[in-house]
């Protein structure tokens, strides 16, 4: 039980550093936009990274609570 305490602080941590870096790159995006070095369309993948990075995260978030749960049952189980 310790163990998904541990593992949830971690997942939860490392969210709020994704939200961090997420502000980050846009700032970065709108510099570059500024600057004429590309589009805000050409920067787009940058974005969509950090956001699949945070649904990763949060995932993984989701999967620290209910690893109790989960450990009690067999993988049959949860196919079914």
């Given at each position: 039980?310790?163990?998904?305490?541990?593992?949830?602080?971690?997942?939860?941590?490392?969210?709020?550093?994704?939200?961090?870096?997420?502000?980050?790159?846009?700032?970065?995006i709108e510099d570059k936009v500024m600057k004429n070095s590309g589009t805000?369309?050409?920067?787009?993948?940058?974005?969509?990274?950090?956001?699949?990075?945070?649904?990763?995260?949060?995932?993984?978030?989701?999967?620290?609570v209910f690893k109790p749960q989960l450990g009690k049952m067999s993988r049959?189980?949860?196919?079914?």
């Amino acid at each position: 039980m310790v163990g998904c305490v541990l593992q949830w602080e971690n997942h939860a941590k490392s969210l709020k550093l994704e939200e961090q870096t997420l502000a980050k790159i846009k700032s970065r995006i709108e510099d570059k936009v500024m600057k004429n070095s590309g589009t805000w369309i050409d920067w787009q993948y940058l974005l969509k990274a950090a956001e699949l990075l945070m649904k990763v995260h949060l995932t993984c978030l989701a999967r620290a609570v209910f690893k109790p749960q989960l450990g009690k049952m067999s993988r049959l189980d949860v196919l079914a």
